[in-house]
């Protein structure tokens, strides 16, 4: 039975729940092996409700005490440009779900700034940008994250690179600020096209009937300008995990059983 397209993996679970729980199984398991013989292993969350769920399965996880934390780095895959406190930040999420339930290093998480703090948005892109430079690799001025989670838009946006926008072709800068974003809030820093798919793991999960469209288009291998999904690629691996709802429209012979 084939499992993929274009080297592109579909995991299906019935339930969001199921889904986050199977996700988080997935994650300890890259993370113990990425980090038991004592390697750095670089993060980038997604936000968004399953975004959160997943985190919050993890932190429920009975392996996760079994995880080195001080050698996890997370980072963002995109940013709100609201206040540090402000409900919509996803490392705000991120902390209320996973990470202040951890011991992790308060060093070993890069938050993009808060548009409370000293930056502007441009500064703050600017920022991120050298951050993730201080971590960067051989080939390119950022780290190569063990584990990419993406969020998927109904109309197929992935990090804050949303469908005929310029941010979406960019691959002279590693992070950049959004402006009059279509979906709120407005302000956003986002990375770019070039850091996510220098990825080793690429992770989209998405739920719901609504988001079955987009997940149509980027497993068909539509325009990645029009259908940023379609253009998220890991290295060695890219995996669509979804909901029964959201894979309606999936061929069944690109769905992967045994993953």
Request: glycine letters at 6%; a negative charge.
């Amino acid at each position: 039975m084939q499992a993929s397209s274009a080297e592109k993996r579909v995991v299906v679970e019935a339930t969001p729940a199921a889904l986050a729980v199977r996700v988080a199984d997935r994650f300890l398991t890259r993370l113990r092996a990425r980090t038991r013989n004592g390697r750095i292993a670089h993060i980038a969350l997604t936000g968004g409700s399953m975004g959160g769920a997943v985190l919050r399965a993890t932190a429920e996880h009975p392996r996760a005490s079994e995880i080195d934390w001080s050698l996890v780095h997370f980072w963002w895959g995109d940013e709100r440009f609201v206040a540090r406190d402000d409900a919509d930040r996803n490392a705000l999420q991120s902390r209320q779900a996973l990470l202040d339930h951890i011991d992790v290093p308060a060093e070993n998480v890069h938050e993009v700034a808060s548009s409370d703090g000293e930056l502007d948005l441009d500064a703050a892109a600017a920022a991120y940008a050298a951050e993730l430079a201080r971590y960067g690799t051989d080939e390119h001025p950022w780290p190569s994250f063990a584990v990419c989670f993406l969020g998927v838009g109904p109309d197929g946006h992935i990090a804050s690179l949303f469908p005929d926008r310029p941010e979406v072709t960019v691959t002279d800068a590693a992070a950049l600020p959004v402006r009059n974003s279509p979906k709120p809030p407005p302000e956003r820093v986002t990375l770019t096209r070039p850091v996510l798919n220098s990825s080793k793991r690429v992770w989209l999960v998405l739920t719901g009937a609504n988001k079955a469209s987009a997940l149509g288009l980027a497993l068909a291998g539509a325009s990645y300008t029009s259908v940023p999904a379609a253009g998220a690629k890991g290295r060695k691996r890219t995996i669509f995990f979804v909901d029964e709802a959201a894979a309606s429209e999936v061929s069944p012979d690109l769905i992967d059983p045994a993953y």
